[in-house]
């Protein structure tokens, strides 16, 4: 059975900087693709960062310059730097698996079936 556990959630400053891990056990398919997700007030769930098995590492548009992602530790620590993090980016950051599947195109909630239970950003002065 595949579990996520998350941390690195907290309360920030605007400008400061979080780094959110998300470590991932009892991945037995050949290959896999890990995201961070966010739920902000007011807004959908929506894909923040993803990387998988065969390389890829993908961060939303937001995150350009900003967010770096990596996977680690035989692709099963999924780490989260941000920098420069605004207030409304105040939410619930979920880290998600999609076991068996790779592919940047790959990046709806939909697309993960694993879910963990997700670490707490404030950013507020």
């Known amino acids: 059975q595949v579990r996520l556990v998350e941390s690195g959630g907290g309360s920030v400053q605007p400008g400061g900087s979080l780094r959110l891990t998300c470590s991932a056990s009892?991945?037995?398919?050949?290959?896999?693709?890990l995201g961070w997700f966010r739920q902000v007030p007011g807004r959908q769930r929506e894909g923040v960062a993803f990387a998988d098995t065969f390389g890829h590492r993908d961060l939303a548009d937001f995150g350009k310059g900003r967010f770096t992602i990596d996977l680690t530790n035989a692709n099963t620590i999924l780490d989260l730097q941000m920098n420069n993090l605004k207030p409304d980016e105040t939410g619930m950051y979920t880290c998600?698996?999609?076991?068996?599947?790779?592919?940047?195109?790959?990046?709806?909630?939909?697309?993960?079936?694993?879910w963990g239970q997700g670490t707490q950003v404030t950013v507020s002065s």
């Open positions: 009892g991945l037995t398919a050949k290959r896999w693709r």
């Open positions: 998600a698996a999609a076991p068996g599947i790779t592919g940047e195109r790959y990046i709806l909630p939909a697309d993960f079936t694993v």
